[in-house]
């Protein structure tokens, strides 16, 4: 086993963390969503340095960069190999950190690299995946380039509308992608050994507990739910409080039940937020007449969950009701809890041991790739400690030392790598 330079290997990983972070649709802040020209360039950027580190790369029908390290004696071209999936995201969410997702792909590529240094390769490929929609901020779809990889990409996504009115099919063309070659984009369940992310906490847990890495034993489950009122539009001047029909404080009333409900479960971790919700016709004179926000509610187990969203809608009808107004609601995504597999949580943590570390192991509130790809093969992450658990905002931090030490559990894992027997 050859000695590991783990502070090379973190700032390594910081280096090419700051020149993706450089790739951004705005001039002062972080935010590179799915299929836009930034995307297309941190793809591009990305391919370059899986190409740098040995690996063949490709583009699939979503625009995932796949970049594949051959096993010892794989022939060109063949097909049906044996292959371990590493990956992660490089889309962000609106005035992003620089770690969320961007981690997880460069471990994979420093990992592949040290191999390739070594002139080593394993008894299975390695496929690093670069995807794309992971955040759901642009369109109606959550996971969905993840999801094409697990062969359970749905078509009617594709008609799905971003909020200039542009469709997920559109803007897959303007991207210069292909739909018809969405089902290709699967790797098949004969192929697939196991997938595994590296990603910030994006929570305090680490820090609390003083340790660099952690290993994931499960994924919350989730729920958006878009929230369309209708009520009736009026002079903000005239119409007496008690005669109108004001959708925006129909919503107001909506989110503060969302927050109660959540708060009245905290065995099951239940989360609910609304960070985006648009205002009609948004004059300042005139009682709005039609909102629309998504709900993001999630839960460590699924059955309160479901009884959670059952107890919103019913309240939020009746609160609809009340004022006069009529709501519509349209769960997009409901994504059930993933737990990963225990043999490759331990077998995650025997890599990090091996370095001398001893990862806790937690839950993630925060929703990952691994949700879709969970269908198609057994996935586990490993976490990172991030400062004061901050993520989704530009103060994310991780440190070198950290993140040195999730390169080199990913490696040590890798070489331990031993996936069950297949009956
Ligand atoms: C992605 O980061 C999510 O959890 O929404
Ligand atoms: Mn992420
Ligand atoms: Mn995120």
Redesign the pocket.
């Known amino acids: 086993m050859t000695s590991l330079d783990i502070d090379r290997l973190g700032r390594r990983a910081e280096a090419m963390l700051d020149e993706l972070a450089a790739i951004s649709e705005e001039p002062d802040r972080l935010t590179r969503r799915f299929l836009t020209p930034e995307h297309k360039r941190a793809a591009h950027l990305v391919a370059q340095w899986m190409a740098e580190a040995g690996m063949a790369t490709a583009e699939d029908a979503l625009g995932t960069v796949r970049g594949h390290y051959a096993m010892a004696g794989e022939e060109a071209g063949a097909n049906a190999v044996p292959r371990l999936l590493i990956g ?2 490089i889309d962000t969410v609106i005035n992003a950190g620089k770690y ?2 961007m981690l ?1 792909v460069v471990c994979g590529i420093l990992a592949v690299e040290h191999f390739r240094d070594l002139g080593r390769q394993m008894p299975f490929a390695i496929d690093v995946l670069a995807f794309g929609d ?2 759901g901020v642009r369109f109606p779809t959550v996971l969905s380039s993840s999801a094409a990889v697990a062969g359970q990409f749905e078509p009617s996504w594709l008609e799905g509308k971003d909020r200039d009115g542009v469709s997920l099919r559109d803007a897959m063309q303007a991207y210069g992608l292909d739909t018809a070659g969405i089902p290709a984009a699967a790797i098949s369940r004969d192929e697939a050994l196991a997938y595994v992310e590296v ?2 906490e ?1 929570g305090p847990v680490l820090e609390h507990a003083d340790v660099p890495l952690g290993v994931v034993t499960s994924i919350a489950g989730q729920f958006r739910t878009r929230v369309t009122i209708t009520g009736m539009a009026g002079h903000a001047g005239t119409v007496p409080m008690g005669l109108r029909q004001d959708a925006l404080l129909a919503a107001s009333e909506m989110m503060l039940a969302a927050e109660a409900i959540a708060k009245a479960h905290p065995e099951a971790s239940m989360v609910a937020t609304v960070g985006q919700i648009a205002v009609k016709p948004g004059a300042i004179n005139v009682i709005p007449d039609r909102v629309e926000f998504v709900l993001d509610l999630r839960a460590a187990a699924d059955a309160p969950r479901h009884k959670a969203l059952d107890q919103f809608l019913r309240k939020a009808e009746a609160l609809a009701g009340a004022r006069g107004c009529a709501v519509a609601f349209e769960t997009y995504h409901d994504c059930p809890t993933a737990a990963c597999a225990p043999w490759l949580q331990d077998q995650l943590a025997a890599g990090a041991a091996s370095l001398g570390f001893s990862p806790p192991r937690l839950v993630s509130g ?4 691994g949700q879709a790809m969970v269908g198609m093969t057994d996935f586990a992450m490993l976490f990172v400690r991030c400062e004061r658990g901050i ?1 989704h905002n530009p103060l994310e931090s991780a440190t070198v030392p950290d993140m040195g030490a999730a390169v080199a559990t990913l490696i040590r894992f890798i070489e331990g790598f031993r996936p069950p027997a297949r009956p």
């Open positions: 992660s995201h969320d997702g997880g992971e955040e990603h910030i994006q925060a929703g990952h790739d993520s």
